[in-house]
């Protein structure tokens, strides 16, 4: 029983420190790709067609 709880503790931590790294990688990727101009433009694009669209709704 032990060795049950102790093999459990060893791949909790160990998935845990796995998952942490992963979850990093995750978000800088995601944050490079946010920060890159054209992703920007069209973000920008977008914002202003859809404020075009409630202005026009809302009348």
Known sequence: ???????????????SRAGRQRYEQIKKAANTVADHPAVQG???????????LVGRSGS
């Not at 069209?42 to 075009?52: C, L």
């Open 1 to 15: 029983m032990f060795r049950l709880g102790l093999g459990i503790a060893v791949g909790y931590v160990l998935g």
């Open 42 to 52: 069209a973000a920008g694009v977008v914002q202003a067609k859809v404020s075009q």
